[in-house]
């Protein structure tokens, strides 16, 4: 199948992410939101993206048009149902997902490829949801999607080898840089990076250090871009706990039993960037 038309379900900060580079990338995009007021005013969030690019003069104005004008935003999850590709970028609960993947396997048109943007859950559960196992795969990618290179490609044990193609074909031509990756919980990078950002949150409330400090340190010693608190209030205090939750679930490793300050933060609504508290205020 070639894709030319593709679905994004979630219209959160990776959701319209995503449609944006599928966008750039000349692909027609249906945007899909539970309300048509979230759709649209996510529509209106991509154009003022698209706008800032223009204003740094990384794209033309006329072009920005363009890319806008291939991305309808949707309540409906039928309209979804002419895509290539789906991903579904909805919150991290495999309930929620599983039911989701339900719906589109319902509503989606038969050889389509039905795929997950989860960071850490088991991608063959939302393909057991489905009567298309073999068409669902993990399609990961990273925040802030239009910057980020990375997309991990997830293949569940259901997957065949022309979807996972296909997969490969889609990311590439978004000029992604893919990797590949068995389904296990965290994939590669969250595997890795969860362990580390769980530890400096242990070095904090030890009373090791302050969240400056950590950051620093981290900054300074090992020529990071970003501190490990600072990057978990950009990825979400609640997002990050339920991937240490799903990663400690399946390998019962200490190193990913979350601490309790980050599970009491969550709990107080102190998520992060998102809520303007978490480790730091914003």
Same mark, same amino acid.
């Given at each position: 199948? #070639?894709?030319? *038309?593709?679905?994004?379900?979630?219209?959160?900060?990776?959701?319209?992410?995503?449609?944006?580079?599928?966008?750039?990338?000349?692909?027609?995009?249906?945007?899909?939101?539970?309300?048509?007021?979230?759709?649209?005013?996510?529509?209106?969030?991509?154009?003022?993206?698209?706008?800032?690019? !223009?204003?740094?003069?990384? &794209?033309?104005?006329?072009?920005?048009?363009?890319?806008?004008?291939?991305?309808?935003? /949707?309540?409906?999850?039928?309209?979804?149902?002419? $895509?290539?590709? /789906?991903?579904?970028?909805? !919150?991290?609960?495999?309930?929620?997902? *599983?039911? =989701?993947?339900?719906?589109?396997?319902? /509503?989606?048109?038969?050889?389509?490829? =039905?795929?997950?943007?989860?960071?850490?859950?088991?991608?063959?559960? &939302?393909? &057991?949801?489905?009567?298309?196992?073999?068409?669902? $795969?993990?399609?990961?990618?990273?925040?802030?999607?239009?910057?980020?290179?990375?997309? +991990?490609? !997830?293949?569940?044990? #259901?997957?065949?080898? +022309?979807?996972?193609?296909?997969? =490969?074909?889609?990311?590439?031509? $978004?000029?992604?840089?893919? /990797?590949?990756?068995?389904?296990?919980?965290?994939?590669?990078?969250?595997?890795?990076?969860?362990?580390?950002?769980?530890?400096? !949150?242990?070095?904090? +409330?030890?009373?090791?250090?302050?969240? +400056?400090?950590?950051?620093?340190?981290?900054?300074?010693?090992?020529?990071?871009?970003?501190?490990?608190?600072?990057?978990?209030?950009?990825?979400?205090?609640? #997002?990050?706990?339920?991937?240490?939750?799903?990663? @400690?679930?399946?390998?019962?490793?200490?190193? @990913?039993?979350?601490?309790?300050?980050?599970?009491?933060?969550?709990?107080?609504?102190?998520?992060?960037?998102?809520?303007?508290?978490?480790? @730091?205020? @914003?």
């Amino acid at each position: 199948m #070639t894709i030319t *038309r593709v679905g994004v379900v979630g219209s959160g900060i990776m959701g319209s992410g995503i449609a944006q580079v599928a966008a750039q990338s000349g692909f027609e995009v249906v945007l899909r939101s539970r309300s048509q007021a979230t759709a649209d005013a996510t529509l209106a969030a991509l154009g003022k993206s698209l706008n800032k690019l !223009v204003d740094k003069g990384r &794209m033309e104005a006329d072009a920005a048009a363009m890319v806008l004008g291939r991305v309808t935003a /949707v309540e409906d999850l039928a309209a979804l149902a002419d $895509c290539d590709l /789906v991903i579904e970028s909805v !919150v991290e609960d495999l309930d929620t997902k *599983r039911e =989701l993947f339900t719906q589109l396997d319902a /509503v989606v048109k038969a050889g389509a490829i =039905l795929a997950t943007n989860t960071s850490t859950l088991p991608v063959v559960e &939302m393909a &057991m949801a489905t009567q298309r196992p073999d068409r669902v $795969c993990g399609i990961h990618f990273f925040n802030p999607a239009p910057m980020m290179a990375l997309v +991990e490609l !997830v293949r569940p044990l #259901t997957a065949s080898d +022309e979807t996972m193609a296909e997969a =490969l074909a889609f990311a590439s031509e $978004c000029g992604k840089s893919p /990797v590949h990756v068995t389904d296990q919980a965290g994939f590669i990078v969250n595997a890795l990076l969860f362990p580390y950002l769980n530890n400096a !949150v242990r070095l904090l +409330e030890n009373g090791v250090a302050s969240a +400056e400090d950590i950051d620093s340190a981290m900054k300074g010693g090992c020529n990071f871009p970003m501190g490990p608190l600072a990057l978990l209030d950009l990825v979400g205090l609640d #997002t990050s706990l339920a991937i240490l939750d799903a990663l @400690y679930a399946e390998f019962r490793d200490a190193n @990913y039993a979350a601490v309790p300050v980050l599970r009491r933060k969550v709990a107080a609504g102190q998520l992060g960037r998102k809520s303007g508290q978490g480790f @730091y205020s @914003y």
